[in-house]
């Protein structure tokens, strides 16, 4: 469990309340989404600052041969890697024509959305 005052501990609600950069890689893990066609780590949509940022396409992969020291039913042959495509999603902002930096940006709190409920919505429209 991530111990850090970044993230309020609340059931059914995950929020990042300011932006702290030596756990920036942790939220872009908590907040990647995925939909089995594409997927996205959480990075920031201004592109920096950033841990690992991720674009991710399912059928993108590296194939690499899978060697054993002995033959065996059922074993593969070769396994794949998912690899990581061109971040498509950057968007540039400038601001006063310079470019925007989100950590010297004063931070906003965003309302809470409950997790519960958004799952609950998505059932129902299915």
Known sequence: MIQHPA?????WCLRET???????????SLFALSNGHIGWRGNLDEGEPHG??????NGVYESRPMSYAEAGYGHP???Q?????TNAKLIRLLVDDQPFDVGLAASRTRPARSLARELVTARRTR
């Open 77 to 79: 042959e070769e396994g």
């Open 18 to 28: 300011e932006l702290h950069l030596d756990v920036l890689a942790q939220s872009e």
């Open 52 to 57: 690992l940022p991720g674009s991710y396409l």
């Open 7 to 11: 993230y309020p501990v609340e059931p």
């Open 81 to 85: 890697t998912v690899i990581n495509v």
